[in-house]
């Protein structure tokens, strides 16, 4: 029995992807037209499109090769991650599938984002969380010190901080994702939108379940810090700024210090629409 369930608190179903739907094939398909297309318009960056999408045959090969670029050290060499990081997108599927997810999320969601080669190449949120991914594998396997040194290096290279151990759905957003930091036990499901400096984190020295649980279709707005086993209901929204000590309900907007009950979320699915504006649904007769 988990600790939430011996502190009498049922939060039902947690809802992970394990193969999640999508086209992987198409998703790098559409990266490799647009990386011949940059690589005969910018001369500059014709290296760099070469060795990490052009001269490859897939999008886990590709994104192996780009985080050995990225976080390649003296204490691991690129030449020495590439066949890690490569073996293990190769041993399990789920996570390139979720790396697809998350690159369709983006172009999806962030009208910055031109293209999906772009997070690949580019997007600092997107390279952070597959760098968690690779380190949650690891974790799972009983590799801890090596998921940690993963974790460690996801830290000092993207600034953002997610224990191997929490669990992660697909179809993420990080937006920025400077200082975002996620405790051991924290849970977040699928299509999720964050912004930077957010927290999932506890309240002390407690041990057991102890981080937020963030249901799907979330949006949490920049510098939101969620404190404790709180759960952000499904399609729920949290103000830029807030603080959240207690469960949100699902499909309302939250704001403030500490957060307080704003209305009914705007959107059935915050995250995908968006819109950090506390905008909230008119009541029925009501002046809105």
């Known amino acids: 029995?988990?600790?939430?369930?011996?502190?009498?608190?049922?939060?039902?179903?947690?809802r992970i992807c394990r193969f999640p739907s999508v086209d992987v094939e198409a998703v790098w398909k559409s990266i490799r037209?647009?990386?011949?297309?940059?690589?005969?318009?910018?001369?500059?960056?014709?290296?760099l499109i070469d060795d990490v999408i052009l001269q490859r045959s897939s999008l886990g090969e590709a994104?192996?090769?780009?985080?050995?670029?990225?976080?390649?050290?003296?204490?691991?060499?690129?030449?020495?991650?590439?066949?890690?990081?490569?073996?293990?997108?190769?041993?399990?599927?789920s996570l390139v599938a979720s790396m697809a997810r998350d690159i369709c999320a983006i172009v999806e969601r962030d009208p910055a984002?031109?293209?999906?080669?772009?997070?690949?190449?580019?997007?600092?949120?997107?390279?952070?969380?597959?760098?968690?991914?690779?380190?949650?594998?690891?974790?799972?396997?009983?590799r801890i010190e090596l998921a940690l040194y993963f974790q460690s290096l996801a830290?000092?290279?993207?600034?953002?901080?997610?224990?191997?151990?929490?669990r992660i759905g697909c179809g993420i957003l990080l937006d920025h994702a400077t200082s975002f930091v996620v405790g051991e036990t924290a849970i977040v499901e699928d299509d999720v939108s964050i912004l930077h400096e957010v927290t999932l984190g506890g309240t002390g020295k407690q041990s057991g379940d102890r981080?937020?649980?963030?249901?799907?279709?979330?949006?949490?707005?920049?510098?939101?810090?969620?404190?404790?086993?709180?759960?952000?209901?499904e399609g729920a929204k949290v103000g830029a700024g807030s603080v959240v000590l207690t469960d949100v309900p699902s499909h309302s907007t939250v704001a403030g210090v500490p957060a307080q009950l704003v209305g009914e979320a705007a959107e059935d699915a915050p995250a995908l629409e968006m819109d950090q504006r506390l905008l909230c649904r008119k009541a029925a007769g009501g002046p809105g």
């Open 1 to 14: 029995m988990d600790s939430d369930q011996q502190n009498g608190k049922d939060l039902g179903a947690v």
């Open 33 to 47: 037209e647009r990386a011949s297309t940059i690589h005969e318009e910018e001369h500059g960056l014709r290296v």
């Open 63 to 93: 994104a192996s090769v780009r985080l050995a670029r990225k976080l390649a050290r003296e204490d691991m060499t690129r030449e020495e991650l590439n066949p890690l990081l490569s073996g293990i997108l190769a041993e399990d599927a």
């Open 113 to 142: 984002c031109d293209s999906p080669l772009q997070p690949l190449l580019f997007f600092k949120g997107f390279l952070a969380i597959s760098t968690y991914r690779i380190s949650h594998h690891l974790w799972q396997r009983g």
């Open 155 to 166: 830290s000092e290279v993207f600034a953002v901080d997610i224990h191997p151990a929490a």
């Open 211 to 233: 981080h937020p649980v963030v249901r799907s279709g979330v949006l949490l707005g920049a510098g939101a810090k969620v404190l404790g086993r709180v759960e952000i209901g």
